[in-house]
């Protein structure tokens, strides 16, 4: 899905450029030893500086993903506003079909004594072929200190499958939510869904193509609202591997995309996108956004300046949350949307 197409680039000297800096980082008070590649480090804060020099000293160190950096940094560098309140639980049979659960921390106690949140189920990019729900805990812990009860699900990855199985996956995750909400003090009335890059796709897919959601016994219309960040929604043809190995197989390739389901009774979608991203085009949110427009869906779209692919979704993790202000603007039209 090349620069035409609006899709992921296939071309390693834009990602290096787009992604910036490698750090080795080990997080005192926990286990992580670190060497990303790929989360674009910029000048931190004076208070966060001087918080045991960001919480990380420079060590020459192997190990996790920059989505694990920041959760790793996430949970050091801040006060923990959330808990995680569900570890690995399964919502299939797949050993990739397994969730954690997020809720703000005055609720974890007792979560079935107080009135009930809204849900929100967050999908993780990755291209289709790559990513873990615990390199996402800090998308889980953002959106739950917003006051959400936060899902984060795995789903089956390329090569082990193609579409339409991640999606398939994310409805079964949803009915999961649906049916056991209640358990961790949420709503299952008030059900978002929000997701990065990929994982925006999944969400967008289900909320789009009803049948997705109607296969597994669940109404389309539990979904209140969608927020969703840099995801591919209009890239057909499949122009670079990740596309052709996640989506090439299916004969009807236009059922692939996003736009081509845009409907007018569709929930109220959020949808941004960093002005400078280079890895999953602006044109792609710009594109549904103007289908939904067409046809009187409500929809917001937000795009950021400067921001790249990766700025949207560090800005979940609280040392980086200055650099959109993505976590807030979702988080106050998924509850406003979800009453």
């Known amino acids: ?13 834009a ?3 787009e992604l910036a800096a ?11 030893h ?26 020459a160190l192997t190990g996790c993903t920059p989505a694990g950096f920041l959760t790793g940094l996430d949970r050091v560098s801040s006060s923990a506003d959330a808990r995680k309140v569900g570890n690995g639980l399964a ?14 921390r005055a609720r974890s106690a007792s979560p079935q ?7 929100v189920v967050f999908f993780y990019g990755g291209g289709w072929n790559e990513g873990s729900r615990g390199d996402y ?19 089956r990855l390329v090569p082990a499958v193609r579409f339409p199985a991640f999606v398939e996956d994310g409805a079964l995750a949803v009915k999961w939510a649906r049916d056991n909400a209640k358990r961790f003090g949420g709503d299952p009335r008030r059900i978002t869904l929000a997701g990065h890059s990929a994982g925006a796709y999944n969400a967008a897919m289900l909320v789009f193509d009803r049948r997705f959601l109607d296969r597994v016994g669940v109404d389309p219309k539990i979904v209140r609202a969608a927020a969703l960040l840099s995801g591919p929604y209009d890239f057909y043809p499949f122009t670079e591997a990740r596309g052709r190995n996640a989506f090439g197989s299916w004969k009807q390739p236009l059922e692939t995309q996003p736009v081509r389901f845009a409907r007018a009774d569709a929930p109220p979608m959020f949808l941004a996108h960093g002005a400078a991203d280079r890895i999953v085009l602006p044109h792609n949110s710009h594109s549904l956004a103007r289908r939904l427009n067409q046809l009187g869906a409500p929809v917001t779209l937000r795009i950021y300046p400067n921001a790249n692919h990766v700025d949207l979704a560090a800005s979940l993790s609280r040392p980086f949350r200055g650099r959109t202000p993505v976590l807030a603007e979702s988080s106050a039209f998924l509850l406003r949307h979800s009453r």
């Open 1 to 13: 899905m090349g620069e035409r197409a609006g899709g992921p680039r296939d071309d390693g000297g």
């Open 15 to 17: 990602r290096t450029a």
């Open 22 to 32: 490698t750090v080795a980082v080990r997080v005192p008070g926990t286990q992580m």
């Open 34 to 59: 670190c060497m990303t590649e790929h989360v674009p480090i910029a000048k931190p804060r004076r208070r966060l500086r001087n918080r045991s020099a960001l919480a990380a000293s420079m060590l």
């Open 91 to 104: 919502y299939g049979s797949d050993a990739r079909q397994r969730l954690d659960v997020w809720a703000p």
């Open 113 to 119: 004594t107080a009135d009930p949140l809204p849900v």
């Open 137 to 155: 805990g800090f998308a889980g812990a953002a959106y739950a200190g917003q006051g959400f009860i936060a899902v984060v699900p795995d789903y």
